[in-house]
């Protein structure tokens, strides 16, 4: 049990353009779900923090209109880049905490490595 | 401000050779102490939950352990398909639901 998906994997785009990442719970409802960013070498990065129905809470210095999060369902949540650069290059990760006795366990989704050309 | 700290920062074993892993933190009130492994380029994998000074868990290899101060994950005969790094993470039980995780620890068995 606790899966999380993520589409695509692996995503090349041009400079310019947006690009979309799909976070899913697939044996589990997500109440809450976070998003990271993580460099080569250096640990999770804390984008933003996303509740089923309501607006996301972006960390200091996440910009939240060239990151948009969306949690529509308890078992879905997106992430889309806009106006992609390449320094948004990097790979990130969703991951998922929900209902039931471990409310506080956060399961991973594997991860979306983006890379803006 | 919780805190957590993890020790060393990369560890290299041969195999067979135990081994702990540290994990120190400073929090408000404990929720909850997570265990994590992550191999390269992928998410991170959960491990072990650990809700209480004195408790343990164990899978395999791995043994986790906790005080109110530290968790330690103890690796036992590593083989080199343990190679990966480990992260630690508080669940703070006020405050913010956000959890907080270290750098983790790069594990590196040798055959």
């Known amino acids: 049990g606790a899966v999380v998906s993520q589409h695509p994997s692996r995503v090349i785009c041009k400079s310019g353009t947006s690009v979309k990442i799909e976070c899913r719970s697939l044996d589990f409802q997500a109440t809450t779900m976070f998003w990271y960013r993580q460099f080569p070498k250096q640990s999770l990065m804390l984008m933003a923090t996303?509740?089923?129905?309501?607006?996301?809470?972006?960390e200091q210095g996440v910009e939240k209109d060239k990151f948009l999060i969306n949690h529509a369902s308890l078992t879905l949540s997106t992430l889309t880049v806009t106006s992609a650069h390449p320094e948004d290059s990097s790979f990130y990760i969703c991951?998922?905490?929900?209902?039931?006795?471990?409310?506080?366990?956060?399961?991973f989704g594997p991860g979306t490595r983006l890379t803006v050309t | 401000e919780d805190q957590v700290t993890q020790s060393p920062e990369a560890l290299r074993l041969q195999e067979g050779e135990s081994s702990s892993l540290n994990c120190s933190y400073t929090?408000?009130?404990?929720?909850?102490l997570f265990w994590y492994r992550q191999d390269p380029g992928k998410g991170p994998e959960f491990l072990f939950t650990l809700y209480s000074a004195g408790e343990e868990k164990e899978k395999e290899r791995l043994k986790a352990t906790l005080t109110k101060k530290e968790s330690f994950l103890h690796i036992t005969a590593p083989k080199p398909e343990d190679s990966a790094t480990y992260l630690c993470?508080?669940?703070?039980?006020?405050?913010?639901?956000?959890?907080?995780f270290g750098r983790g620890t790069s594990l590196i068995v040798h055959p």
């Open positions: 929090v408000s009130g404990l929720r909850g």
């Open positions: 996303s509740n089923e129905g309501s607006k996301a809470t972006y």
């Open positions: 993470a508080v669940q703070a039980s006020g405050g913010s639901y956000i959890p907080t």
């Open positions: 991951s998922a905490r929900g209902v039931g006795a471990s409310i506080y366990e956060q399961y």
